[in-house]
């Protein structure tokens, strides 16, 4: 059964660093693209970043280039998102997802397997 655990929420100051974990079960990372998305309440979900399976490529939202950072260690099947520089715009819940195929994207619409999300909450 293909499964992913995000992990890592919590509440942090404005300025400070979180590090989000999603971990894969029942595949392999080698074929999967992941990305994270968040969704902040009354807002549509948005795409955050995502990191391609095939060459290691990521993509990062305009919002959070320079603070953000996706990386993935395939040996333990996990993938991380190191959150530098929280905003208080950063509060949301965050996703991670997968798709098959390993060219990443970030739009949730082409994504296969979900997450549960966890809470991310930045006060300012």
């Known amino acids: 059964e293909v499964q992913l655990q995000a992990s890592g929420g919590g509440l942090v100051q404005a300025g400070g660093s979180l590090r989000l974990s999603c971990a894969a079960s029942?595949?392999?990372?080698?074929?999967?693209?992941i990305g994270w998305f968040r969704q902040a309440p009354g807002k549509e979900r948005e795409g955050v970043s995502c990191?391609?399976?095939?060459?290691?490529?990521?993509r990062y939202a305009d919002s959070v280039k320079g603070r953000f950072t996706i990386s993935s260690d395939n040996a333990k099947n996990t993938v991380y998102l190191q959150m530098n520089i929280l905003k208080a715009e950063d509060t949301a819940v965050y996703y991670c997802?997968?798709?098959?195929?390993?060219?990443?994207?970030?739009?949730?619409?082409?994504?296969?397997?979900w997450g549960q999300g966890t809470l991310v909450t930045v006060a300012s």
């Open positions: 997802a997968a798709v098959w195929g390993g060219v990443c994207t970030l739009l949730a619409e082409v994504y296969d397997y």
């Open positions: 029942g595949f392999t990372l080698d074929d999967y693209a």
């Open positions: 990191i391609s399976s095939i060459d290691g490529r990521t």
